[in-house]
């Protein structure tokens, strides 16, 4: 669902619209609720990501509703199913919306989603400076990494997600997060 | 370089140009030469296109000079590095832009190209009804794959590419072009 007029980040930050919403160049777009087993996902990642971050305090990883504000100069606010963010670029925890892009973005379709979309998606994570983007399909049990700078990998069970120099350590093995 | 004025496909399609520009909702983008590894591994997938259409007389594929008009309301004419187009779509060949989105599109990155602007033209094709998308990855010696149903998978030199229903029975070991 589209709503018919153009909001500023400021508009849609402090006059909530009912339900789950993203701005996509000050057009206010609904979010489907996701899957169960997609929610679930999301959750996992999460989970695995705040239990590694938050001992360390290397950083904050946010859960599915957290919005992002990608650009400094287009009125775009986004939700990753979930997020990290390094502590040197967000020294504080955000009271607002996160005002910058994170630094690992996780995607995880649902049987609704559209892929054009979705890589869409991708596609303006990196542009806003997204370090790595974990795109997850449950139904093919893939996991596809994107980098704005190195080449597109796509990981299946056998394998281990590993976030490199962006969070370096973070390992979880593709069929945990498919368990 | 990025032209002033908004144009419509019939304007930039009359006008003659210099060099390679591809047009994105009405503004004339100049496309930068590629690097000569990638414009030959284009060349060389062009060549088997060509081979399995004339084998199967199923269709036409396009070098890439071709320009396909993805987007009619949205002014929108982009040139694939090599494309197919089904005969059942583009009975016979004409002397304008092909009007449609190909069936098959092949992106094949230079060393000046960014991965999250090949991602967002890989987007916009799947968007304009592009079925099969072939991202090259010439440094990487990778092709990742895109289709608007199914996610993203990226083959390496040791497999061998294949046609899914867009070309059936077209094979490419990737080892020959990765050479």
Same mark, same amino acid.
């Given at each position: 669902?589209?709503?018919?007029? !153009?909001?500023?980040?400021?508009?849609?930050?402090?006059?909530?619209? %009912?339900?789950?919403?993203? !701005?996509?160049?000050?057009?206010?777009?609904?979010?489907? %609720?996701?899957?169960?087993?997609?929610?679930?996902?999301? $959750?996992? !990642?999460?989970?695995?990501?705040?239990?590694?971050?938050? =001992?360390?305090?290397? $950083?904050?990883?946010?859960?599915?509703?957290?919005?992002?504000?990608?650009? $400094?100069?287009?009125?775009?606010?986004?939700?990753?199913?979930?997020?990290?963010? @390094?502590?040197?670029?967000?020294?504080?925890? %955000?009271?607002?919306?996160? &005002?910058?892009? =994170?630094?690992?973005?996780?995607?995880?379709?649902? &049987?609704?989603?559209?892929? %054009?979309?979705?890589?869409?998606?991708?596609?303006?994570?990196?542009?806003?400076?997204?370090?790595?983007?974990?795109?997850?399909?449950?139904?093919?049990?893939?996991?596809? #990494?994107? @980098?704005?700078?190195?080449?597109?990998?796509?990981?299946?069970?056998?394998?281990?997600?590993?976030?490199?120099? #962006? !969070?370096?350590?973070?390992?979880? =093995? #593709?069929?945990?997060?498919?368990? | 370089?990025?032209?002033?004025?908004?144009?419509?496909?019939?304007?930039?399609? *009359?006008?003659?140009?210099?060099?390679?520009?591809? +047009?994105?909702? /009405?503004?004339?983008?100049?496309?930068?030469?590629?690097?000569?590894?990638?414009?030959?591994?284009?060349?060389?997938?062009?060549?088997?296109?060509?081979?399995?259409?004339?084998?199967?007389?199923? /269709?036409?594929?396009?070098?890439?000079?071709?320009?396909?008009?993805?987007?009619?309301?949205?002014?929108?004419?982009?040139?694939?590095?090599?494309?197919?187009?089904?005969?059942?779509?583009?009975?016979?060949?004409?002397?304008?832009?092909?009007?449609?989105?190909?069936?098959?599109?092949?992106?094949?990155?230079?060393?000046?190209?960014?991965?999250?602007?090949?991602?967002?033209?890989?987007?916009?094709?799947?968007?304009?009804?592009?079925?099969?998308?072939?991202?090259?990855?010439?440094?990487?010696?990778?092709?990742?794959?895109?289709?608007?149903?199914?996610?993203?998978?990226?083959? /390496?030199?040791?497999?061998?590419?294949? /046609?899914?229903?867009?070309?059936?029975?077209?094979? +490419?070991?990737? *080892?020959?072009?990765?050479?």
């Amino acid at each position: 669902m589209v709503a018919t007029r !153009l909001m500023t980040i400021q508009d849609f930050e402090t006059s909530p619209l %009912p339900g789950r919403w993203e !701005l996509i160049d000050g057009e206010p777009v609904e979010v489907t %609720p996701s899957s169960g087993r997609s929610s679930r996902i999301g $959750g996992r !990642l999460y989970s695995r990501l705040a239990d590694f971050v938050e =001992p360390t305090e290397i $950083g904050w990883a946010f859960p599915a509703d957290a919005g992002f504000i990608l650009f $400094g100069d287009r009125a775009i606010v986004r939700s990753p199913d979930a997020a990290f963010v @390094h502590r040197d670029r967000l020294p504080e925890e %955000p009271a607002g919306f996160v &005002p910058i892009a =994170p630094d690992i973005a996780v995607e995880v379709l649902s &049987p609704s989603d559209r892929q %054009p979309e979705a890589i869409a998606k991708v596609a303006m994570y990196l542009q806003a400076g997204v370090r790595m983007v974990w795109l997850i399909d449950p139904a093919t049990r893939t996991v596809t #990494v994107f @980098h704005p700078d190195a080449s597109i990998i796509t990981l299946g069970e056998s394998d281990i997600l590993d976030a490199g120099d #962006v !969070l370096p350590g973070f390992r979880v =093995p #593709v069929v945990d997060i498919f368990a | 370089m990025v032209a002033t004025r908004p144009m419509t496909i019939e304007e930039f399609e *009359a006008e003659a140009h210099e060099r390679s520009w591809e +047009l994105i909702d /009405g503004e004339a983008i100049a496309v930068t030469p590629s690097a000569n590894r990638s414009v030959w591994i284009a060349g060389e997938i062009f060549a088997r296109l060509r081979d399995y259409v004339r084998a199967n007389d199923c /269709g036409w594929a396009f070098t890439d000079g071709a320009g396909f008009v993805l987007f009619e309301e949205r002014a929108t004419v982009r040139s694939p590095d090599a494309a197919f187009v089904r005969r059942e779509r583009l009975p016979e060949l004409t002397d304008h832009f092909v009007p449609m989105a190909p069936d098959l599109a092949v992106e094949v990155l230079s060393p000046s190209d960014r991965i999250p602007d090949a991602l967002s033209k890989v987007a916009m094709y799947l968007q304009a009804g592009v079925q099969l998308v072939w991202l090259v990855d010439p440094l990487e010696r990778s092709v990742t794959v895109f289709r608007p149903d199914a996610s993203p998978k990226t083959l /390496g030199e040791v497999d061998v590419l294949d /046609g899914s229903s867009v070309l059936p029975g077209f094979t +490419l070991p990737l *080892a020959e072009i990765f050479i």
